[in-house]
Nanobody
Framework: QVQLVDSGGGLVQAGGSLRLSCAAS????????MGWYRQAPGKQRELVAV???????NYADSVKGRFTISRDNAKYTVYLQMNSLKPEDTAVYYC????????????WGQGTQVTVSS
């Protein structure tokens, strides 16, 4: 089992920045993808950005050029640097861990609220 603890959300004005962190613990498989998803009120959860243990990344079109995902494999931690925030970025952000193997484990963090005021 893998546990995730995500943090770093808050209230920020449009144009501002926030940095989210997510620390994984437990039985971590070496080949994994970690990342961030978000869910706004009344909307489905959507991918924001993911990164593999090898450093390959994938971003949602809506955040490209503004958000940067990174990870520290030694600390089993993933980060999301969010710049030029917009009111439409307001959502609960969830950290995710997915093992890259058949029937691999999947885990979610508890979520952290990001609110961007106009």
């Amino acid at each position: 089992q893998v546990q995730l603890v995500d943090s770093g959300g808050g209230l920020v004005q449009a144009g501002g920045s926030l940095r989210l962190s997510c620390a994984a613990s437990g039985s971590i498989f070496s080949r994994n993808t970690m990342g961030w998803y978000r869910q706004a009120p009344g909307k489905q959860r959507e991918l924001v950005a993911v990164i593999t243990n090898g450093g390959s990344t994938n971003y949602a079109d809506s955040v490209k050029g503004r958000f940067t995902i990174s990870r520290d494999n030694a600390k089993y931690t993933v980060y999301l640097q969010m710049n030029s925030l917009k009111p439409e970025d307001t959502a609960v952000y969830y950290c995710n861990y997915q093992e890259m193997r058949a029937w691999g484990s999947n885990a979610w963090g508890q979520g952290t609220q990001v609110t961007v005021s106009s």
